[in-house]
């Protein structure tokens, strides 16, 4: 099954046979102070410059979210995607809980777009399906329910299948849900990402829909957090993941290198290609730093 998101000149699919795809999560002001500081100074050229860098690195669709306390958010969404918009070929995908700033974003997002996200809570399902319907648009549904989030993959599973059964009753096309089976930090339960991994493995089995996570979630709280995403995400790939909102400068090469171990990269063509473009965008910026 392939998800198409598009640009105004670009489209990226999604699908199991597809190498991973990776959604950039650097335009998102929560824990960055200096991209907060410049979305109220109205700087710009600093969220471009977070867009074009992802690409860079390999990022084929940007994350954009601009939740800051008393700000105007449907204001800024829109100069924000237009931005990112005319600086990359990047389709958008729009991270908000308000669904006025996620109506304001498709407004201004070129092509078709990604809506992060859905979740299987009655008034998420009635705010943001039939934004996503109206505008054609994509959709990330997180295994969410109204008594918050499942402890057990199977529970997991029975809200991905209310989030796509809700989608198709307002024409939303299953290929169009792109389902988040929620990752949780091992710091606090041990248990936690083979509970993802075993939702991972479910969803494929039952709906075989595409499927993404939030993969540094996994870590928090612990020492040495690059190697233990790089191990989760790795894995969750192997299990049937074809999408990750995640750091590409960090992540890429784990990326790269779980489509070749799996059989994704014919020769290794796009891993060695890769290697080549970061070393040499590594090369840049340390010599600019």
Sequence with gaps: MHTVLKSANKEVTIGADKPFVMIGEKINPTGSKKLAAALREGNLDFVRQLAERQVAWGAEVLDVNVGLPSFDEVEAIAQVVQSVSEATDAPICLDSANPAVLAAGLKAAPGKPLIN??????????????????????????????????????????????????????????????????VMTVGSDSKAALITLQTIELIRKEFGVNINLGASNVSFGLPDRLTVNQTFLAMAIQAGATCSITDPVKLGMTIRASDLLIGRDDYAMKFIKYFRGTEVLRAAENQSA
Excluded: F, M
């Design 117 to 182: 996200s859905v979740s299987g809570e009655e008034k998420r399902l009635d705010s943001v399906l039939p934004l996503a319907k109206e505008r054609g648009a994509a959709v990330i549904g997180l295994t969410i329910g109204d008594e918050g989030i499942p402890k057990t993959a199977e529970e997991r599973v029975a809200v991905a299948e209310k989030i796509l059964e809700r989608a198709a009753k307002v024409g939303i096309a299953p290929e169009d849900v792109i389902i988040d089976p929620l």
